[in-house]
């Protein structure tokens, strides 16, 4: 603390500004360029952070700028979006949000980190932990899907994993929980859109991800572009200052979006850059990441006696102090100074094999279409994302380069031995070609089985990529209507792989085929896992944590609904419901289907009563009935029947996992501490109230399918 204090004594208000700005480096991924100005910036001690550079040579030539040349010799902070891997990419967020696993959710992270260290970089712009309900909306590939309590798990996991046990170790970067907060629902899945939610939900289902995350120690926060209810985030004095950093208590860095100062004046909350700066400032936003309206804006702003510079110290103390605990300070070419070796990355394809297999949700097996069978012994792959390795990056790819990536048709030859794959793409993913779908339904005329390879492209989901109508674009339908009459006019089962980076609105497809798959966006060995998959080496595990709406008019679908006065009733009219469509999702929450045949039985919960501080005890048999080994999630929802204000039809609150051999029985699980079923009561405070309360345990969140058992609570 000595050092920085006395750097800060030392520093003009130049100085300081630097320290507050972060400007991209112009690196893309071929290549680092650097902004004409940002190196002599960097000398004279007015920029102190980049994004987007890569690479420990670029890196280290910055670093070395500005620790010997910049008159106080302050390290830069430099930092990536690290959403899903940075060279070696595991499976979109969504994707891995589908494992259900937190050690997994940890691991990647960790071996994300370990990477982007090694190319120099001390922090990553993750996780994102945006709850989205909304498919339409692109950045739902980011996130941790439909689910809050999902959320904070995953929040926890990912934070440990950036972080590491010691921040300034060669191997951790700094986390950046974004985008705080309730990015998720922009007004008709719009990017950018406003926002406008109840105080209840933005409580209930979009502040505890960063509540998690936050406890779990995270240095940084984001908040995001977006305004809710009448303020822009990055302004946002009672969010940012009172509940994050009063309430929350985090004293972390607060990192602002790319540009969102700047876009304060957009917004029409501020007049001139210097009101847009002052008004982030008293947010208490430390780093202006690419508005440059501190350095622009601070100085006019303290001669109008819009800030202090007290205000300014403060934000240059939480940065300095956030350098020091990264090590910069100590040794600021610690990270890059080793190269990995060659093992390491071995072992982090297997790594993300496993992860992107695991990640995968069978939506539908009829007649248990999969796992492919001996026999046959001629694929057909068809479809645009057949021999597609780069998209299999999915959005926001980092560093991860097309020809690092195994797409399907390289993955099913070389894992599937002894099968001849026929390959045809049919149609590309966008545009209104339809020459190729001839040759596709000729193909299908010498086949055993097809696979048809569907889907958005990788950019069509993530940032500034909402869709109105996610659906499958360009002409794949019109392939799949082919394909498919050809391959059942000779009994040729039809299996269909949708990658995306959000639920599609696929029923029509559902309909048609025997299998579907979502694949996400599953990374660099993609092609392998699914092989890996198809070839049945691994069962499906998988459960998506986002409904599928059947029609964009559902939207938002989730499982979590709260109840009406007038639950559909398909004999009464009055009743909450749609004319034209069903209620439910066409998957739910939690659904996706194994190899394995799983049934549940015997639900005990104990004891029958609690108090706040003890703990309830969940089992229930699980019993494999299928000709394949695999493992079950079995989730464990509440539903507090009566209270003091309405409570969601169910809410998650645990899952567990078991893995079974065919005709083998065994026992879940679920330990539920009582004091989760605290809620927020009518003024917003948490409350435990009396009562009963409903536990259903299942493999999905749908009621028709969960068992049922009881425990009161009592004071
Ligand atoms: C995104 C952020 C990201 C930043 C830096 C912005 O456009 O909203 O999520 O961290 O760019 O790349």
Redesign the pocket.
């Known amino acids: 603390m000595k050092r920085i204090h006395e750097l800060m004594g030392a520093m003009t208000l130049a100085e300081k500004l630097g320290q507050l700005t972060m400007t991209a480096a112009g690196y893309t991924v071929t290549g680092p360029v650097i902004a004409g100005d940002s190196t002599e910036s960097i000398r004279d001690g007015t920029i102190g952070n980049l994004?987007?550079l890569v690479g420990p040579g670029p890196v280290h030539e910055m670093q070395r700028l500005a620790v010997e040349e910049s008159r106080l010799g302050i390290p830069l902070l430099i930092g990536l979006?690290i959403i899903h891997g940075h060279r070696s990419l595991f499976p979109i967020p969504l994707g891995e949000a589908a494992v259900f696993d937190p050690q997994v959710w940890a691991l990647t992270a960790r071996e994300a980190a370990r990477e982007a260290a090694a190319d120099g970089l001390a922090m990553s712009?993750a996780p994102?932990l945006d709850v989205s309900r909304d498919p339409r909306w692109g950045r739902t590939a980011e996130g941790p899907g439909e689910d809050p309590w999902l959320g904070t798990l995953i929040a926890r996991a990912k934070v440990q994993g950036f972080q590491g046990e010691d921040l300034s170790a060669a191997d951790a970067l700094a986390a950046?929980a974004?985008?705080f907060c309730a990015y998720g629902p922009v007004e008709g899945g719009r990017e950018y859109a406003a926002v406008d939610i109840s105080e209840r939900t933005l409580r209930e289902v979009h502040l505890p991800g960063f509540a998690a995350a936050v406890a779990a120690g995270v240095v940084a926060v984001?908040p995001s572009?977006t305004d809710l209810a009448g303020t822009p985030m990055t302004a946002h004095v009672d969010l940012l200052r009172h509940y994050l950093r009063g309430q929350l208590g985090f004293d972390g860095v607060i990192v602002s979006?790319?540009n969102a100062i700047a876009e304060l004046l957009r917004h029409g909350v501020a007049a001139d850059l210097p009101e847009a700066a002052a008004l982030a400032l008293a947010a208490g936003v430390d780093i202006d990441?690419m508005s440059d309206a501190y350095r622009r804006g601070l100085p006019v702003a303290l001669e109008r006696g819009l800030v202090t510079i007290a205000q300014i110290d403060e934000s240059v103390l939480r940065v300095l102090t956030l350098k020091q605990r990264l090590g910069l300070f100590d040794d600021p070419y610690r990270r890059g100074a080793t190269a990995e070796r060659p093992e390491a990355l071995a072992q982090r394809r297997q790594l993300a094999r496993s992860v992107a297999a695991r990640a995968v949700v069978l939506l539908k097996n009829d007649g248990d279409t999969l796992p492919l069978r001996p026999a046959q012994r001629r694929v057909g792959l068809v479809g645009p994302l057949a021999d597609a390795p780069g998209e299999m990056r999915g959005p926001w790819w980092a560093a991860g380069v097309a020809e690092g990536h195994v797409g399907v048709l390289q993955g099913l030859r070389e894992v599937l031995d002894g099968t001849e794959i026929v390959f045809a793409p049919g149609v590309e993913i966008e545009g209104d070609d339809r020459s190729g779908i001839a040759a596709a339904v000729e193909l299908c005329g010498r086949i055993d089985v097809l696979v048809l390879c569907l889907g958005e492209g990788a950019t069509m989901s993530g940032?500034a990529a909402s869709r109105a109508d996610p659906g499958l674009p360009g002409q794949q339908r019109a392939l799949v209507e082919a394909t498919v009459a050809a391959a059942r006019s000779r009994g040729v089962p039809v299996i269909a792989i949708v990658f995306s980076g959000r639920p599609l609105l696929v029923s029509w497809l559902a309909e048609r085929v025997d299998a579907l798959l979502a694949a996400w966006f599953l990374g660099c060995e993609a092609g392998r896992a699914l092989a890996d998959i198809l070839g049945g080496r691994v069962s499906p595990s998988g459960r998506t944590p986002i409904s599928w709406p059947r029609v964009v008019g559902q939207i938002p679908v989730y499982y979590a609904q709260r109840p009406t006065g007038r639950p559909a009733d398909a004999k009464d009219k009055f009743t909450s419901k749609y004319l034209d469509v069903a209620n439910d999702p066409l998957y739910p929450f939690g659904h996706g289907l194994g190899y394995g045949r799983f049934t549940l039985a015997n639900l005990r919960v104990s004891p029958e009563r609690v108090g706040e501080h003890e703990t309830i005890e969940i089992a229930v048999d699980v019993a494999n009935e299928g000709a394949h080994a695999a493992e079950e999630t079995v989730f464990l929802f509440t539903h507090d029947k009566v209270a003091s204000v309405t409570r969601p039809l169910l809410e998650l609150k645990g899952f567990g996992k078991i893995t079974l051999s065919p005709g083998q029985a065994g026992t879940v699980r679920i330990r539920l501490p009582a004091s989760e079923l605290r809620f927020l009561g009518p003024d917003l405070t948490p409350v435990f109230e009396p009562g009963e309360v409903e536990i259903l345990v299942g493999p999905r969140a749908d009621r028709s399918q969960l068992l049922l058992g009881r425990v009161v609570l009592s004071t």
């Open positions: 994004l987007n979006d712009f994102m950046v974004k985008h984001m572009f979006d790319y990441m940032e």
